[in-house]
């Protein structure tokens, strides 16, 4: 008897702490801000203390979605792909595996889990979307988006990491007919579908921008900028931005009615200033310079930090005129997240730097090298209870950053 009461005491409190937990791509507000107080203003020689490390998840450029029940990532394996559930000490709880993945160039999983409360959300680069259950891996529902809604493939395969507001999810199959839509994250039903442009994906992953007025859903597709009313499904602009290839895979960054959005190739980026009530965007600026592949930007206190792809720098923009403040002809290409002020920094050569953003120039504080893992440096990072996740290829390694 007392075991049973015990069992049941410990399924009430996973339950109730995993209530409380959201976990998806570029932190709390997809902006690849986080908000964690206590951290290391420098590290020591070599690298913070390196806590453990899992091997073995197979090819794959995802981040880590890391809760305090867990931490869900996903790799491929000989072509299948697989969602793996580990505890927060590293060991594995459950794996599963959902189905075929991208083997052809770049090959790899594209799509970081999203955790919301009990439930996993994941996107296959061939469109199709899983929910699972976080404690076991048992799929609740199923949507293949290429065949309900005629969905296309694109050249590197679906790279989207699912938005959630509230009870839906969105995602942008690129469809003829159903280029963008919003389906109930319990059931997998459609909300809606909108036709927009008619494009496909650019590899984007949404943002969500809430007006007085109106919630918008902004990506960025083949050839332009969307901007659809969140409850109708309703395009209600589109803005001509396009790179060749179709490549825009950043998220867009909304500040105070501001919309900046960029692209890699040497396209660079565009400032909209959006109506009040979401219904049309007007130009404010443009610069081609700060022009990230895949690594994102942050905005900390008016300026936009990012490392370019082309223009190989890490660049401090100003955000009403788009002008460079300055630069450093290093760490770029990489990704970029932020804390407490200052950059974390990952670049594709294979280091993560603590960076301070300074008046008029970038202070390198610290630098180690990652010691683990193949291929492309192209996973993001992540920062959860006083640790930084850096995936690399097949492995998965978490450093200790608390102050001492």
């Known amino acids: 008897m007392a075991r049973y009461i ?10 109730s702490i995993s209530a409380q937990d959201v976990a998806q791509w570029r932190g709390p507000n997809r902006n690849g801000i986080y908000n964690e107080k206590g951290l290391m203003k420098a590290w020591p020689d070599g690298g913070p203390k390196m806590l453990w490390h899992f091997d073995g998840l197979g090819e794959g450029h995802t981040s880590a979605a890391v809760t305090s029940t867990g931490i869900y990532i996903s790799g491929m394996t000989e072509g299948r792909g697989y969602i793996f559930a580990l505890d927060n000490n590293g060991n594995l709880r459950w794996k599963k595996e959902y189905g075929p993945e991208w083997t052809e160039s770049h090959f790899g999983v594209r799509s970081t889990p999203l955790v919301i409360k009990d439930k996993l959300y994941f ?52 469809g003829r007919n159903a280029s963008i839509i919003a389906i109930n994250r ?43 009313d969140a409850a109708t499904g309703t395009l209600l602009w589109s803005f001509s931005h396009s790179t060749d290839p179709f490549v825009s895979p950043n998220v867009p960054v909304c500040i105070d009615g501001y919309l900046y959005c960029t692209s890699g190739y040497g396209l660079g980026g565009v400032m909209l200033k959006l109506a009040p009530d979401g219904s049309s965007v007007t130009e404010v600026w443009k610069n081609a310079f ?15 930090y990012g490392g370019g792809d082309r223009n190989r720098k890490l660049f401090c923009v100003d955000w ?51 010691p683990l893992g193949a291929g492309t440096h192209w996973a993001h990072l992540v920062i959860n209870n006083k640790k930084l996740f850096v995936r690399h290829g097949s492995s998965l390694m978490v450093y200790d950053i608390a102050a001492k």
């Open 6 to 15: 015990f069992t049941i005491l410990l399924t009430l409190f996973y339950i």
């Open 123 to 174: 996107i296959s680069s061939f469109g199709k979307i899983f929910c699972l259950n976080t404690r076991n891996g048992q799929v609740i529902w199923t949507v293949d988006t290429f065949k309900d809604y005629g969905g296309r493939n694109i050249t590197w395969g679906v790279t989207e990491n699912l938005l959630y507001d509230g009870d839906v999810l969105y995602c942008a199959p690129g």
């Open 186 to 228: 319990n059931t997998g039903k459609l909300i809606w579908k909108c036709k927009g442009k008619a494009e496909k994906s650019a590899y984007c992953s949404p943002v969500m921008i809430s007006l007085p007025k109106r919630k918008v859903l902004v990506t960025m597709m083949e050839t332009s900028i969307h901007g659809i």
């Open 290 to 304: 700060l022009d990230p592949k895949i690594g994102g930007v942050v905005v900390l206190s008016g300026r936009i």
């Open 320 to 370: 009403k005129t788009g002008k460079e403040i300055y630069s450093l002809p290093q760490l770029a290409p990489c990704n970029i997240i932020a804390n407490d002020g200052l950059l974390y920094i990952y670049s594709e050569r294979g280091t993560v730097s603590l960076v301070e953003p300074k008046t008029d120039s970038f202070n390198i504080i610290s630098t180690f090298n990652v």
